[in-house]
């Protein structure tokens, strides 16, 4: 059966990524899954937080935010208080992109990933943390060619996310809104490249689901990730490492 935009259940949407989006920011990427749009920047600064000084070590974090008119209706904007749901994204993508980066390499350097959707269909963390791994490594090739940083480049993986969701006994693979928002079962995977897990967020909305199903899940993503991380690769001009 046909999902409402003519995808098969085994099918992730159309991924596009365009870096050098910006001007100023050391990497950047407009990220597009399907209807969802997301900018991604990677900011480096001199220092590191408080707890890092004299550590000769570097440190990575993120920052994520919707648009006003992102949605179907107008998102308030988070000036004074940022709400539960964006600290959660945020911790997300900081995690996620630190556990492939070699912190010391950084020297101290903080490097911040701002994440801005501009247009939400579902799927926005996942694509945020997508699109900010090819940011923060255009950020470290610029880092490394115009000032030759590291001995080793702090990067030899690749992170990417999905989502996916069941529906009545229908496992549905990179979730739209429509989708998302009457799953059974939402369930977001960050892999490596090497298919090494950084983080599996699931939750059943109505029923418990099976093992056996959560394990069709898992194969699922590894699949739809595949394509994920040879768009990155293509992206990067085909390779991580600018040596």
């Known amino acids: 059966m046909q999902r409402n935009d003519g995808r098969q259940p085994d099918q992730a949407r159309d991924l596009n990524i365009t870096t050098n989006y910006t001007m100023h920011a050391e990497g950047s990427v407009l990220i597009e899954t399907g209807n969802t749009k997301v900018i991604c920047t990677a900011s480096v600064e001199e220092g590191v937080p408080s707890f890092l000084r004299g550590k000769n070590s570097g440190w990575l974090s993120a920052e994520y935010s919707m648009l006003p008119r992102s949605t179907s209706s107008r998102v308030r904007r988070e000036r004074t ?27 101290e350097h903080t490097i911040w990933l701002d994440c801005d959707v501009i247009q939400a269909d579902g799927g926005t963390r996942t694509a945020s943390i997508s699109g900010a791994y090819v940011a923060l490594v255009l950020a470290l090739q610029k880092m490394q060619t115009d000032e030759n940083c590291f001995s080793t480049f702090p990067v030899n993986q690749q992170v990417a996310a999905i989502s996916l969701g069941i529906q009545g006994d229908r496992i549905l693979l990179d979730l739209d809104y429509s989708e998302d928002s009457n799953a059974d079962v939402d369930l977001n995977v960050i892999m490596t490249d090497n298919r090494s897990i950084i ?33 990155q690769l293509e992206a990067l001009g085909g390779s991580i490492d600018p040596d």
Request: no cysteine.
């Open 199 to 231: 983080e599996v967020q699931g939750t059943a909305e109505k029923e418990p689901f099976s093992r056996e199903k959560l394990n069709q899940m898992m194969d699922l993503a590894e699949l739809g990730l595949a394509t994920h991380f040879a768009k």
């Open 81 to 107: 208080k940022v709400g539960g749901r964006t600290q959660e994204i945020q911790r997300l993508i900081g995690r996620s992109l630190r556990s492939v980066v070699d912190l010391t390499l950084l020297g």
